[in-house]
Protein backbone atom coordinates (compact mmCIF):
# COMPACT_ATOMS: atom_id res chain seq x y z
CA UNK A 1 0.00 0.00 0.00
CA UNK A 2 1.27 3.43 -1.11
CA UNK A 3 0.27 6.63 1.23
CA UNK A 4 0.64 10.52 0.20
CA UNK A 5 0.70 13.30 2.38
CA UNK A 6 0.13 16.60 0.72
CA UNK A 7 0.61 20.01 2.59
CA UNK A 8 1.32 23.68 2.26
CA UNK A 9 -2.07 24.37 0.27
CA UNK A 10 -3.88 27.41 1.30
CA UNK A 11 -4.93 31.36 0.85
CA UNK A 12 -2.57 33.50 -0.67
CA UNK A 13 -2.71 37.71 -2.55
CA UNK A 14 -1.90 37.51 -5.67
CA UNK A 15 1.78 37.62 -6.71
CA UNK A 16 2.26 35.66 -3.79
CA UNK A 17 4.25 32.45 -2.81
CA UNK A 18 3.40 28.94 -1.72
CA UNK A 19 5.28 25.64 -1.29
CA UNK A 20 3.43 22.25 -1.43
CA UNK A 21 4.87 18.94 -0.39
CA UNK A 22 4.12 15.53 -0.86
CA UNK A 23 5.54 12.46 1.61
CA UNK A 24 5.25 9.30 0.03
CA UNK A 25 5.60 5.71 2.02
CA UNK A 26 4.75 2.15 2.63
CA UNK A 27 5.08 0.33 -0.31
CA UNK A 28 7.21 3.03 -2.54
CA UNK A 29 9.95 0.36 -3.74
CA UNK A 30 10.16 0.89 -7.80
CA UNK A 31 8.54 4.67 -7.22
CA UNK A 32 9.72 6.75 -10.74
CA UNK A 33 7.80 9.82 -11.78
CA UNK A 34 6.68 11.98 -9.00
CA UNK A 35 3.53 14.83 -10.12
CA UNK A 36 1.72 17.22 -9.58
CA UNK A 37 -1.65 18.08 -10.72
CA UNK A 38 -4.79 20.50 -10.44
CA UNK A 39 -8.33 20.49 -10.83
CA UNK A 40 -10.34 24.11 -10.78
CA UNK A 41 -13.97 24.16 -10.85
CA UNK A 42 -15.76 23.11 -13.50
CA UNK A 43 -12.40 22.35 -15.62
CA UNK A 44 -10.57 18.93 -15.99
CA UNK A 45 -7.88 18.36 -14.03
CA UNK A 46 -4.58 19.02 -15.87
CA UNK A 47 -0.81 18.42 -15.38
CA UNK A 48 0.93 21.25 -13.68
CA UNK A 49 4.86 19.91 -13.47
CA UNK A 50 6.53 16.21 -13.22
CA UNK A 51 9.97 14.90 -12.31
CA UNK A 52 11.32 11.28 -12.87
CA UNK A 53 13.82 10.04 -10.43
CA UNK A 54 16.70 11.04 -12.46
CA UNK A 55 15.52 14.90 -12.07
CA UNK A 56 14.29 15.57 -15.63
CA UNK A 57 11.75 17.61 -15.52
CA UNK A 58 8.37 19.18 -17.01
CA UNK A 59 6.15 21.97 -16.23
CA UNK A 60 3.11 23.33 -17.74
CA UNK A 61 3.29 26.16 -19.83
CA UNK A 62 1.50 28.37 -17.85
CA UNK A 63 3.42 28.02 -15.17
CA UNK A 64 7.19 27.96 -16.65
CA UNK A 65 9.03 31.09 -15.57
CA UNK A 66 7.24 30.82 -11.83
CA UNK A 67 6.70 27.25 -10.59
CA UNK A 68 9.33 24.75 -9.65
CA UNK A 69 9.28 21.13 -9.21
CA UNK A 70 11.53 19.50 -7.32
CA UNK A 71 12.10 15.95 -5.14
CA UNK A 72 14.11 14.62 -2.39
CA UNK A 73 14.53 11.03 -3.01
CA UNK A 74 16.10 9.91 0.45
CA UNK A 75 12.49 11.38 1.34
CA UNK A 76 10.64 10.15 -1.28
CA UNK A 77 9.00 13.98 -0.81
CA UNK A 78 8.44 16.23 -4.46
CA UNK A 79 7.47 19.73 -3.82
CA UNK A 80 6.14 22.08 -5.79
CA UNK A 81 7.74 26.26 -5.15
CA UNK A 82 4.89 28.37 -6.78
CA UNK A 83 5.99 31.73 -7.10
CA UNK A 84 3.77 34.70 -8.90
CA UNK A 85 0.67 32.97 -8.05
CA UNK A 86 -2.62 34.24 -9.88
CA UNK A 87 -6.01 33.89 -9.85
CA UNK A 88 -6.19 31.61 -12.37
CA UNK A 89 -3.82 29.36 -10.25
CA UNK A 90 -6.40 28.74 -8.19
CA UNK A 91 -7.67 24.80 -7.88
CA UNK A 92 -7.42 21.76 -5.79
CA UNK A 93 -3.49 20.42 -6.41
CA UNK A 94 -2.87 16.77 -6.37
CA UNK A 95 0.26 14.52 -5.88
CA UNK A 96 0.78 11.41 -8.38
CA UNK A 97 3.53 9.09 -8.19
CA UNK A 98 4.54 5.91 -10.18
CA UNK A 99 5.46 2.59 -8.51
CA UNK A 100 5.96 -0.28 -11.20
CA UNK A 101 3.65 1.41 -13.41
CA UNK A 102 0.58 1.95 -11.47
CA UNK A 103 -0.14 5.44 -10.33
CA UNK A 104 -1.43 6.51 -6.77
CA UNK A 105 -3.35 10.04 -6.06
CA UNK A 106 -2.60 12.05 -2.75
CA UNK A 107 -6.05 13.85 -1.23
CA UNK A 108 -5.73 17.15 -2.88
CA UNK A 109 -5.01 20.42 -1.62
CA UNK A 110 -6.72 23.43 -1.72
CA UNK A 111 -4.80 26.08 -3.18
CA UNK A 112 -6.92 29.61 -3.81
CA UNK A 113 -5.22 32.97 -5.49
CA UNK A 114 -7.33 36.24 -4.27
CA UNK A 115 -6.74 39.23 -2.48
Known amino acids: QVQLVESGGGLVQPGGSLRLSCAAS????????MAWYRQAPGKQRELVAG???????NLADSVKGRFTISRDNAKNTVYLQMNGLKSEDTAVYYC?????????WGQGTQVTVSS
Open 51 to 57: ITNTGST
Open 96 to 104: KIRRLGIDF
Open 26 to 33: GSIFGLTT
